[in-house]
């Protein structure tokens, strides 16, 4: 008798706009005949990344191979849209090779690799590896360290506080839970900007973890995919700041949807939103743009203070032609004020 092999699965984390869906789009493009299939999480619900990724049109991963998971964190909703999705990816008669996990900028990476160990996915899925993809930039600016001034003022008036920063703890989380590290947008650092990141991350890794450095998420599908870590069963060398809580709460962040009128000016669009980023400590900022008198439409992305745009697609027919934004940032981002000075 043949047991029937085990699907891998495999988990990309990493901070907002890392390039985890640009690692993926990547791989759909050079998966070898492999035919995957995707589960799309995103923090904020315009969809942006499913839309990028369906895009490809790709015969390895069809639209219908990619199912995106809007109800907020994977890790906060596994129960509920997580296990039934890969429940009903299992139950299709054409299996998938490889099941792709892309989880939200904000996700906790362990509550979404402890549910492959639930006994109705155990048997049939494997975790093959975490994957948790780095913004070599945003670490070299120290987006993750926690300040220094802080953590020694919240020593003095309370030694039994947790010291870390929201934004810290989060990506101790998901490189702790790693087997393989990307050191991302290397193009956007220098020789020794990545030497000095490369030794400081190789440090806080397990050594069994491998780190390597990309740009726009080139990455042989050799070394993603096949790592065979069956991470399901080893979760207790992959330290969280969460473990042994049973619960845990996004509130450290925030994320809402803007509707702008649509701009005339590609120019002034991105001037705006640069300065709105800067005086607001925005994240991550992206979403669709209706160019005043164009029929093709705009797709922007914000990471920090950087931000590019392209023209993806023409305007469907059936769709309305409308400038949505979806914006996040740490907690007590003022929505207000950022929607009136965009719409103004
Ligand atoms: N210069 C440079 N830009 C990159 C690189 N990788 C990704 N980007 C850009 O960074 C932005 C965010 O990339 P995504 O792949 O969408 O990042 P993400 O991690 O999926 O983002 P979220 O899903 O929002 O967390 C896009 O504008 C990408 O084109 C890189 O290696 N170098």
Not at 35 to 44: D, K, Q, S, V
Not at 136 to 148: E, K
Not at 284 to 306: C, P, S
Request: net charge negative.
């Amino acid at each position: 008798m043949t047991m029937t092999q085990k699907i891998p699965a495999t988990v990309i984390t990493g901070f907002l706009g890392a390039g985890k869906t640009s690692l993926i789009r990547n791989l759909i493009e050079n998966a070898n005949g492999k035919r995957l299939a995707l589960i799309i999480n995103e923090f904020g619900d315009l969809g942006v990344d499913g839309e990028v990724l369906k895009g490809c049109g790709n015969e390895n991963c069809s639209e219908e191979d990619i199912v995106e998971l809007a109800n907020g964190c994977i890790c906060c909703t596994v129960a509920d849209d997580f296990l039934p999705t890969i429940q009903s990816l299992l139950d299709r008669p054409d299996r998938p090779d490889h099941i792709i996990v892309e989880t939200s900028g904000l996700a906790l990476p362990k509550p979404l690799v402890r549910a492959f160990g639930w006994p109705e996915v155990r048997t049939q899925v494997t975790v093959d590896g975490v994957v948790t993809v780095i913004d070599g930039p945003a670490y070299r600016d120290g987006l993750f360290a926690s300040n220094p001034d802080a953590v020694q003022a919240q020593r003095e008036a309370d030694e039994n506080l947790d010291h870390d920063s929201p934004l810290e703890e989060l990506f101790e989380d998901q490189i702790n839970c790693a087997d393989l590290v990307i050191l991302n947008k290397s193009d956007l650092l220098d020789e020794p900007g990545l030497e000095t990141a490369t030794a400081e991350i190789r440090a806080r890794l397990r050594p069994s973890v491998k780190l390597v450095k990309a740009s726009h998420g080139l990455i042989d599908s050799a070394v993603l995919l096949g790592i065979g870590a069956a991470a399901e069963d080893d979760l207790d060398i992959r330290k969280s700041h969460h473990d042994g809580e049973d619960d845990h709460e996004h509130d450290d962040f925030d994320s809402f949807v803007l509707e702008l009128p649509n701009p005339t000016s590609i120019e002034e669009l991105v001037s705006k939103l640069k300065t709105a980023i800067e005086d607001h400590g925005i994240l991550r900022i992206k979403g669709f743009i209706a160019l005043e008198g164009k029929d093709m439409r705009l797709v922007v992305q914000g990471v920090g203070n950087r931000i590019q745009h392209y023209f993806d697609r023409e305007w469907n027919t059936d769709e309305p032609r409308s400038s949505r934004l979806v914006v996040i940032g740490e907690h007590g981002l003022d929505a207000n004020a950022i929607t009136r000075f965009l719409q103004g």
